[in-house]
């Protein structure tokens, strides 16, 4: 009995358990030891040693710097802030129409078709982009033809096509939770507000809107986060002028083999971002963080 | 209380031939109602009779596809629902989650340009009306249906509708308290004089609260009046057996009169007997009385009295429910007080049924629509 009882209370544990030694192992030990290794010197040659080398961020971000990796991290906190905000204006009217103007026996094939981009090789869609928007691609040429583009107009290597393919490739991670969240809505809120001497304008702001806030949390959340760290759509669509902080960490990482370097960027990406969506959801005024899930 | 609309110049609401239709099925038919100022009206019925339909296309939720609808006396047939002056009160309550109790009742006043000290004040002053001063700064779901239900009335209540339309909105409370929310409902609506139209599939709900009801089945009002005529003399025999039990016999009508089917007269007070075939009688349970055959009165049986023998017998304490077969092979059924006077029957035992000539009435043969009008003489009767 008493054997019984204690296995029955000692499962959360036990799953419990299981959660903190994957948050350990797989969270954990990786971010101390690449904090660690950001404080390391030394070259590719000789190898690195931890020196608590704190100066090297000074050294990356102060006003010195050899490479402006203060402008590269700018610059992605705005691409992918750019991104970002695109694909609410785009992704929010989607998910509407989804939730509330869709025939239901139309809802699952049309989500299917949302989340389909994403079974198509990330790396692969944006390089197809690449080509669609390239020099030689259709869209250039049909514009050339047509005498409505100059021979030196182009389109990859501006920010406007880096950001527009971060939006791109993370617009289902906007429309997927501002669908579930709009989808959960019970219709006769909205009656009531129509009842309640709402236009259907002011009815939206009122109710749909902030019932929805969860939802663009989740998508604003998923979205910034993947697009400020994104190295690939810079590297594809981009040119010298989009260089991201992305970009930097996986070329110091991969091309300079400057462990300590990419780790340090890393370290200033990660704190970016945790700073901003933590003076974010501030801002955006939660007062119960059962909005938030 | 008016029990006629059409007493007073103006109906607070009033539809006319309103008809709608959801594909190949009709949903309302060339409905007519008229509803006075300050009335409890209950529309009835059960599901799929129309009667959410009516009420949806009072709101403007739904449009009819013919017919008129008209507020104090303007046309709002075709108006949005935010520019009608009619509130709702729904049935799952619909109150905005992501607002405080206070600002859920004031939100109508907000919209309609009310500052939001003056929408505080009024929405303070009607969550008293309803018990639930002191709640204001609680979100919606920190409160239990009964409370959700006491914010969704002064939501609508707070906004001074013309009428307030009322969806089966004791249809998510449990028993007990339903039945003290009916006491209240009709004191809140007594205080503040607001037309009441309020939908439900519940008798005892439509009976207790309401000045007048009207019984709807297939997209069409059965009956319509003050609950105890609609419920004494039905005009229909879909509402005789929809508001509460109700034996129907068949009537043979020759020269002589009306007979059940073993030649008993039956008399019917106020009414001639009906001439053609089809036509019913209809008694209710509590209005029979029984006596065994032995001990029959020594009159000759006279009208409205026939022998019937008991089949079934459940004792439930007050009452006696007692199932019966006439010779005919009719069922009938009978609930006999337990005042401890009269000798129980017995299972098998032949009895005499009687009642009385003002506790009975005639049924018209299939479905015939009847109007107000036409009842309420007999009613007077």
């Given at each position: 009995?008493?054997?019984?009882?204690?296995?029955?209370?000692?499962?959360?544990?036990?799953?419990?358990?299981?959660?903190?030694?994957?948050?350990?192992?797989?969270?954990?030990?990786?971010?101390?030891?690449?904090?660690?290794?950001?404080?390391?010197?030394?070259?590719?040659?000789?190898?690195?040693?931890l020196?608590?080398?704190?100066?090297?961020?000074?050294?990356?971000?102060?006003?010195?710097a050899?490479?402006?990796?203060?402008?590269?991290?700018?610059?992605?906190?705005?691409?992918?802030?750019?991104?970002?905000?695109?694909t609410?204006?785009?992704?929010?009217?989607?998910?509407?129409?989804?939730?509330?103007?869709?025939?239901?026996?139309?809802?699952?094939?049309?989500?299917?078709?949302?989340?389909?981009?994403?079974?198509?090789?990330?790396?692969?869609?944006?390089?197809?982009?690449?080509?669609?928007?390239?020099?030689?691609?259709?869209?250039?040429?049909?514009?050339?033809?047509?005498?409505?583009?100059?021979?030196?107009?182009?389109?990859?290597?501006?920010?406007?096509?880096?950001?527009?393919?971060?939006?791109?490739?993370?617009?289902?991670?906007?429309?997927?939770?501002?669908?579930?969240?709009?989808?959960?809505?019970?219709?006769?809120?909205?009656?009531?507000?129509?009842?309640?001497?709402?236009?259907?304008?002011?009815?939206?702001?009122?109710?749909?809107?902030?019932?929805?806030?969860?939802?663009?949390?989740?998508?604003?959340?998923?979205?910034?986060?993947?697009?400020?760290?994104?190295?690939?759509?810079?590297?594809?669509?981009?040119?010298?002028?989009?260089?991201?902080?992305?970009?930097?960490?996986?070329?110091?990482?991969?091309?300079?083999?400057?462990?300590?370097?990419?780790?340090?960027?890393?370290?200033?990406?990660?704190?970016?971002?945790?700073?901003?969506?933590?003076?974010?959801?501030?801002?955006?005024?939660?007062?119960?963080?059962?909005?938030?899930? | 209380?008016?029990?006629?609309?059409?007493d007073?110049?103006?109906?607070?609401?009033?539809?006319?031939?309103?008809?709608?239709?959801?594909?190949?099925?009709?949903?309302?038919?060339?409905?007519?109602?008229?509803?006075?100022?300050?009335?409890?009206?209950?529309?009835?019925?059960?599901?799929?009779?129309?009667?959410?339909?009516?009420?949806?296309?009072?709101?403007?939720?739904?449009?009819?596809?013919?017919?008129?609808?008209?507020?104090?006396?303007?046309?709002?047939?075709?108006?949005?629902?935010?520019?009608?002056?009619v509130?709702?009160?729904?049935?799952s309550?619909?109150?905005?989650?992501?607002?405080?109790?206070?600002?859920?009742?004031?939100?109508?006043?907000?919209?309609?340009?009310?500052?939001?000290?003056?929408?505080?004040?009024?929405?303070?002053?009607?969550?008293?009306?309803?018990?639930?001063?002191?709640?204001?700064?609680?979100?919606?779901?920190?409160?239990?249906?009964g409370?959700?239900?006491?914010?969704?009335?002064?939501?609508?209540l707070?906004?001074?509708?013309?009428?307030?339309?009322?969806?089966?909105?004791?249809?998510?409370?449990?028993?007990?308290?339903?039945?003290?929310?009916?006491?209240?409902?009709?004191?809140?609506?007594?205080?503040?004089?607001?037309?009441?139209?309020?939908?439900?599939?519940?008798?005892?709900?439509?009976?207790?609260?309401?000045?007048?009801?009207?019984?709807?089945?297939?997209?069409?009002?059965?009956?319509?009046?003050?609950?105890?005529r609609?419920?004494?003399r039905?005009?229909?025999?879909?509402?005789?057996?929809?508001?509460?039990?109700?034996?129907?016999?068949?009537?043979?009508?020759?020269?002589?009169?009306?007979?059940?089917?073993?030649?008993?007269?039956?008399?019917?007070?106020?009414?001639?007997?009906?001439?053609?075939?089809?036509?019913?009688?209809?008694?209710?349970?509590?209005?029979?009385?029984?006596?065994p055959?032995g001990?029959?009165?020594?009159?000759?049986?006279?009208?409205?009295?026939?022998?019937?023998?008991?089949?079934?017998?459940?004792?439930?304490?007050?009452?006696?429910?007692?199932?019966?077969?006439?010779?005919?092979?009719?069922?009938?059924?009978?609930?006999?007080?337990?005042?401890?006077?009269?000798?129980?029957?017995?299972?098998?035992?032949?009895?005499?049924?009687?009642?009385?000539?003002?506790?009975?009435?005639?049924?018209?043969?299939?479905?015939?629509?009847?109007?107000?009008d036409?009842?309420?003489?007999?009613?007077?009767?």
């Amino acid at each position: 009995m008493r054997l019984r009882r204690w296995r029955r209370m000692s499962v959360p544990y036990a799953l419990a358990l299981l959660g903190s030694a994957w948050m350990i192992v797989l969270f954990l030990i990786p971010l101390i030891s690449q904090l660690s290794v950001s404080l390391m010197t030394g070259d590719p040659e000789q190898g690195y040693n931890l020196t608590w080398n704190f100066g090297i961020y000074a050294e990356l971000f102060g006003p010195g710097a050899a490479v402006p990796y203060a402008l590269f991290l700018g610059r992605a906190l705005l691409f992918g802030g750019a991104a970002t905000l695109i694909t609410i204006l785009v992704g929010y009217p989607v998910a509407y129409f989804l939730a509330f103007r869709v025939p239901r026996r139309w809802k699952t094939p049309l989500l299917s078709l949302v989340v389909m981009s994403l079974l198509v090789s990330f790396i692969i869609r944006t390089y197809m982009w690449g080509f669609i928007l390239g020099g030689h691609g259709p869209i250039l040429t049909w514009l050339r033809a047509l005498h409505l583009a100059g021979p030196d107009f182009h389109i990859l290597d501006t920010a406007g096509a880096v950001i527009g393919g971060l939006a791109y490739n993370s617009f289902p991670y906007m429309v997927l939770p501002i669908y579930a969240v709009l989808e959960r809505i019970d219709p006769r809120t909205f009656e009531a507000a129509a009842d309640l001497y709402a236009s259907p304008r002011v009815g939206f702001f009122r109710t749909t809107l902030p019932l929805s806030r969860a939802g663009i949390f989740s998508g604003i959340l998923l979205v910034f986060i993947d697009s400020v760290g994104d190295p690939v759509n810079s590297q594809l669509l981009g040119g010298k002028t989009t260089y991201m902080i992305g970009q930097a960490i996986q070329d110091s990482y991969l091309i300079q083999q400057q462990y300590n370097v990419a780790s340090a960027l890393s370290a200033v990406l990660m704190l970016a971002l945790g700073v901003i969506l933590f003076a974010y959801a501030r801002f955006f005024g939660t007062e119960n963080i059962e909005d938030l899930v | 209380m008016t029990t006629s609309a059409r007493d007073t110049a103006e109906a607070a609401v009033s539809l006319s031939g309103v008809s709608r239709r959801f594909s190949d099925t009709v949903a309302v038919e060339n409905l007519d109602l008229d509803l006075a100022p300050g009335e409890f009206f209950a529309l009835l019925g059960p599901s799929g009779c129309g009667k959410t339909t009516t009420l949806r296309m009072v709101g403007g939720f739904e449009l009819p596809d013919s017919g008129r609808i008209r507020l104090g006396g303007q046309d709002v047939t075709n108006l949005p629902p935010h520019k009608r002056d009619v509130n709702t009160v729904f049935q799952s309550y619909a109150l905005f989650p992501h607002l405080n109790i206070l600002d859920n009742v004031g939100f109508g006043l907000r919209r309609s340009g009310v500052s939001k000290a003056e929408a505080d004040r009024r929405s303070n002053e009607y969550l008293d009306l309803v018990g639930l001063s002191g709640f204001g700064r609680r979100r919606p779901t920190q409160l239990s249906g009964g409370q959700q239900q006491r914010v969704a009335l002064a939501r609508a209540l707070v906004n001074h509708p013309k009428v307030l339309l009322l969806d089966e909105p004791m249809g998510a409370l449990d028993a007990k308290i339903r039945k003290s929310m009916q006491l209240e409902l009709k004191r809140i609506q007594r205080e503040v004089g607001i037309t009441f139209l309020y939908v439900t599939h519940d008798q005892d709900e439509a009976m207790s609260m309401a000045d007048r009801l009207a019984v709807m089945n297939m997209g069409r009002i059965e009956d319509m009046g003050e609950p105890h005529r609609v419920y004494d003399r039905p005009a229909t025999e879909f509402t005789a057996q929809f508001l509460g039990a109700c034996n129907v016999l068949p009537l043979l009508a020759d020269a002589s009169g009306a007979h059940l089917p073993d030649g008993s007269a039956v008399v019917v007070d106020g009414r001639a007997a009906p001439a053609g075939a089809g036509w019913k009688i209809g008694i209710r349970p509590e209005k029979l009385h029984l006596q065994p055959v032995g001990e029959a009165s020594p009159a000759p049986a006279a009208a409205n009295s026939t022998t019937a023998t008991v089949t079934e017998i459940s004792y439930l304490g007050a009452s006696t429910d007692v199932v019966l077969a006439t010779p005919w092979g009719s069922v009938v059924q009978a609930y006999v007080q337990n005042t401890g006077a009269e000798r129980p029957v017995a299972r098998g035992d032949e009895v005499r049924l009687s009642w009385h000539s003002s506790q009975c009435f005639y049924l018209p043969p299939g479905e015939v629509h009847t109007g107000d009008d036409e009842t309420e003489t007999e009613a007077a009767a």
